[in-house]
């Protein structure tokens, strides 16, 4: 596999966890670094890792994985995004909403946006070829591009104040809705 492959598929790999990101900065007053570092550690570690287990599982359970993989993720990025969508609407909360940068719903959401790497894994696997190279860019990558998310998110969340829920809400929605098809 050549470099310009491998950057390639990183890159597409880790566009909707760059979007998950951001939606993670739009929920935050100011993007600090230290939550960018988080939600790079636990996207790229995902994105990384899954290549690996999709390696390990290789063909024997393909098609099971192949068939529910896409409709784990959206259900996991819908109702996470329908409950962002409900609290803005109904006002439930005063307070600035939180940022899921911290426990197991960032995990949550490392591991939805990550199943597709699963597949890569699992196709890599059966073309015999190497992994190790591959899933460490695609982790290096998947971190880089979720810094960037969560920064860029964090600006724009600045300027929209209080609707920064219920867009991030939406965003988790049509990325789930994206997966499927």
């Not at 998110?153 to 997966?179: D, N, P, W």
């Amino acid at each position: 596999m050549s470099i310009y492959y491998l950057i390639l598929l990183a890159i597409a790999l880790s566009a909707d966890s760059f979007a998950v990101a951001t939606t993670e900065g739009l929920l935050l007053k100011k993007a600090k670094h230290l939550h960018s570092f988080r939600v790079a550690v636990v996207f790229g570690v995902c994105q990384g890792v899954m290549p690996l287990l999709g390696w390990l599982i290789g063909h024997t359970i393909y098609d099971l994985i192949d068939t529910w993989a896409d409709w784990v993720a959206f259900l996991i990025l819908a109702l996470i995004g329908a409950k962002m969508i409900f609290n803005s609407i109904c006002n439930e909360r005063l307070a600035r909403p939180r940022s899921h940068s911290l426990g197991w719903k960032l995990w949550t959401l490392g591991i939805a946006v990550s199943l597709d790497a699963l597949g890569v894994g699992i196709s890599m696997a059966m073309q015999g070829m190497s992994l190790w190279t591959p899933a460490l860019v695609i982790g290096l990558v998947t971190a880089a591009t979720c810094i960037a998310g969560v920064q860029m998110g964090g600006r724009i969340g600045r300027r929209m104040g209080e609707k920064a829920e219920l867009v991030g809400g939406v965003i988790l929605v049509m990325i789930g809705i994206i997966l499927l098809f």
